[in-house]
């Protein structure tokens, strides 16, 4: 069964015919029907396992993110030493000084 075929028994299950003097605009219904399927169609449909399959890459990407700004933001919570007179400090920034050797250190 081509897709075609499906497209027109979907329409046929739709918008069925029942002889009668509604039939002429259920016909009408049903080519509109068919029209905007074939249209949706063409505009990018996936198969269940392609839309799956980037739905789990997503999902994987939001737990690879948010395990990077738990590492990024856990730098800051660090005790680690002034790069100059390795006093301990609390780091606040990628910046490792302590507040006497920043004010005293020339750029």
């Known amino acids: 069964m081509t897709p075609s075929d499906k497209l027109r028994e979907i329409v046929d299950k739709t918008f069925p015919l029942f002889g009668s ?4 605009w259920r016909k009408v219904e049903r080519d509109m029907l068919l029209s905007d399927l074939t249209a949706l169609i063409s505009e990018g449909y996936v198969s269940k396992e392609e839309h799956d ?5 997503r ?7 948010a395990e990077q700004k ?3 933001f856990n730098l800051f919570d660090e005790e680690t030493s002034c790069m ?3 006093a301990k400090i609390r ?11 920043a004010e005293n250190t020339e750029v």
């Open 21 to 24: 003097r509604l039939d002429e």
């Open 70 to 72: 738990r590492l990024y």
């Open 53 to 57: 399959k980037a739905v789990q890459q």
């Open 91 to 101: 780091r606040g920034s990628a910046i490792i000084l302590c507040k006497g050797c």
């Open 59 to 65: 999902d994987e990407l939001r737990e690879a993110l």
């Open 84 to 86: 100059y007179c390795e």
